[in-house]
């Protein structure tokens, strides 16, 4: 069974830094898609952060670009999201989601973070990210 346990989250002020870690089990760490997706209060999801297996691609959003990273620890089976210069703006529930590449035609990081997440089959529980002084 495939399982997706997220940690990290946490209640920090406004130019802090968090780092998130999405673990997988019960499936093979290779030709996945992985996205980073939060939902902010009263906005629609918003996919931040991707990596493709297919091409080794990786996207940022623009919303927090330069200022997230994205990462994996393959020995690990986990993926992290490492947040700084953290602002209000940035609190929401944070989920990672992963899905099979070879599931989709168009296989590029960016095109997982656009709209590819919304059909991702497997989601995290999702961790709450709060930042506020």
């Known amino acids: 069974q495939l399982l997706l346990v997220e940690s990290g989250g946490g209640l920090v002020q406004p130019g802090s830094s968090l780092t998130l870690s999405c673990t997988l089990s019960g499936l093979a760490f290779e030709n996945l898609a992985i996205a980073w997706v939060r939902q902010a209060p009263g906005k629609e999801r918003e996919g931040v952060s991707c990596f493709s297996d297919s091409d080794s691609s990786e996207y940022t959003a623009d919303s927090v670009k330069g200022r997230f990273t994205i990462s994996r620890d393959s020995a690990k089976k986990t993926w992290y999201l490492q947040m700084k210069d953290l602002k209000p703006e940035d609190t929401g529930l944070y989920y990672c989601?992963?899905?099979?590449?070879?599931?989709?035609?168009?296989?590029?990081?960016?095109?997982?973070?656009?709209?590819?997440?919304?059909?991702?089959?497997?989601w995290g529980q999702g961790t709450q990210v709060t930042v506020s002084s």
């Open positions: 989601a992963v899905d099979d590449i070879t599931r989709f035609r168009i296989r590029t990081a960016q095109v997982m973070c656009d709209y590819q997440y919304l059909s991702f089959g497997s």
